[in-house]
């Protein structure tokens, strides 16, 4: 089955700052990478994904980019801001609507105002 | 639009007893999973429910089971539970499925505490 990997698990910034989270898979039929943030004490939200048919994807502050080759993909957050600190999580998935995506562990973002 | 609605928000059992956890979809949203978090394992996916019928399973004990009624809302059932299983239960609905394409949405979970 998928393997999601997922780094770091932990990711202290100053405000203002970049921060960039790495997720690698293992199978190559995965085509869907979708990201979520989740806030304390709320359910993960969708924030950004990217299909397998393209390199890179932006919206406003946040990127996503993968490189089908390697097996691995990234998110990306410019001019961070404490309402940034969250927990991130990356998921490889496959087109279909039974298919299951796989999570990776998280990553806890933390923006230092 | 309502968004996805999960009852109780936080329980507390003890060891051996059951729990039923609840879980409204958006409206329209025929497919429902459940997925446990624990801090050490992350999102674990335990099943999904679409048409009132289990599609996929996840890697959970017998002892984890789930249900979906006609108008799509959702159970999941544990029973003799134990001390490991405290965690934050998520139910997520979305239109077809969790595959690609899908966007799931995320309720924001059951806190559940075994003592």
């Known amino acids: 089955g998928e393997n999601v990997e997922q780094h770091p698990s932990t990711l202290s910034v100053q405000e203002g700052d970049s921060a960039v989270i790495k997720c690698t898979y293992s199978?190559?039929?995965?085509?869907?990478f979708p990201w979520y943030k989740q806030e304390l004490g709320k359910g993960p939200q969708l924030i950004i994904d990217?299909?397998?048919?393209?390199g890179e994807k932006k919206d406003q502050r946040i990127a996503v980019t993968l490189n089908k080759t390697a097996k691995h993909f990234s998110l990306h957050i410019t001019e961070t801001q404490p309402e940034d600190s969250a927990v991130y999580f990356c998921a490889a998935s496959r087109e279909g609507g039974s298919y299951i995506p796989t999570f990776g562990r998280g990553t806890s973002l933390i923006v230092h105002p | 639009k309502a968004g996805v609605t999960q009852t109780p928000r936080y329980l507390i059992k003890t060891r051996g007893q059951q729990v039923t956890l609840s879980c409204s979809p958006i409206s329209g949203h025929r497919s429902v999973s459940w997925y446990q978090q624990t801090p050490g394992q992350g999102l674990q996916f335990l099943f999904e429910?679409?048409?009132?019928?289990?599609?996929n399973k996840g890697n959970f004990p017998g002892r984890f089971s789930g249900r979906q009624f006609s108008n799509s809302r959702s159970e999941m059932n544990v029973s003799t539970l134990e001390l490991g299983d405290s965690a934050l239960y998520l139910c997520?609905?979305?239109?077809?499925?969790?595959?690609?394409?899908?966007?799931?949405?995320f309720g924001e979970g059951s806190w559940l505490t075994v003592v």
């Open positions: 429910y679409f048409s009132e019928t289990q599609r």
């Open positions: 997520a609905s979305s239109l077809r499925g969790p595959g690609a394409g899908n966007t799931i949405y």
């Open positions: 990217i299909r397998s048919n393209v």
């Open positions: 199978d190559s039929a995965s085509n869907y």
